[in-house]
């Protein structure tokens, strides 16, 4: 069972045209990451989101976490071909590590912007 | 080092072999991750150490996979007699602090592939 699902899994869409990807899950989070994957490469930092309702952007992509802390939402306004990658939305939860968090993944959403 | 270094990058090894990951973190971080991550899909969590706590291994998918951390630094994910099943790609990630504030630091992982 997935804590974080994504959707969709698969996008490919024409330069220029606008998306958004979604992540949900039935548990609430203290915060909730973005990022983005190149082939080869470990996932990089986009945004963290806290406060419920909150959204921050990033140029042509825009974060909102939900209000009630359970899912966010990323929209790419005029996608370019140098959006392609694979976006991972990851929740924090406890551990048993007193005081201390870990991130879980979704299974992450493959964009392909097209020329 | 100003990353967090994997190696080796790529490993085959023949089913029923044991294999050695190894993972430098950045210095000072105190809290280290390593994830899984099959074919193109999202991050299944492994383990996770912070400083002198005992880690969170809730994670490890059998009794074949362990992991130690030396000295608060470098780590290892030891896997024991290798079943096809392992083919992934392993990536280790820290953070800065108790948690994923900050976000994580990935390394650019270990493509593992079981033969």
């Known amino acids: 069972t997935q804590l974080l699902e994504q959707s969709p899994q698969f996008l490919s869409i024409q330069e220029g045209e606008n998306l958004t990807v979604y992540c949900n899950s039935s548990s609430v989070f203290s915060s909730l990451q973005w990022y983005r994957q190149e082939p080869g490469e470990g996932p990089v930092l986009l945004v963290t989101?806290?406060?419920?309702?909150e959204v921050k952007k990033l140029k042509r992509l825009t974060f909102q976490f939900g209000d009630a802390r359970k899912d966010s939402s990323l929209h790419i306004t005029a996608a370019q071909p140098g959006d392609t990658g694979l976006y991972l939305c990851?929740?924090?939860?406890?551990?048993?590590?007193?005081?201390?968090?870990?991130?879980?993944f979704g299974q992450g959403t493959r964009l392909t912007i097209n020329p | 080092g100003a990353g967090v270094s994997q190696s080796p990058s790529n490993k085959v090894t023949e089913k029923g072999k044991d294999v050695e990951l190894r993972c430098d973190p950045i210095?000072?971080?105190?809290?280290l991750y390593w994830y899984r991550q099959s074919l193109g899909q999202g991050l299944e969590f492994l383990i996770y150490f912070q400083g002198n706590s005992a880690p969170d291994k809730s994670g490890l998918p059998s009794d074949r996979f362990s992991a130690e951390r030396t000295g608060g630094s470098v780590s290892t994910l030891t896997i024991q007699r290798t079943q096809q099943e392992d083919s992934a790609v392993y990536l280790c990630a820290d953070s800065d602090r108790r948690g994923p504030y900050n976000g994580y630091t990935f390394g650019s992982g270990t493509r593992l592939t079981v033969v």
């Open positions: 210095s000072g971080h105190t809290a």
């Open positions: 989101v806290v406060t419920g309702g």
């Open positions: 990851a929740g924090a939860q406890t551990t048993i590590i007193q005081g201390a968090q870990k991130l879980v």
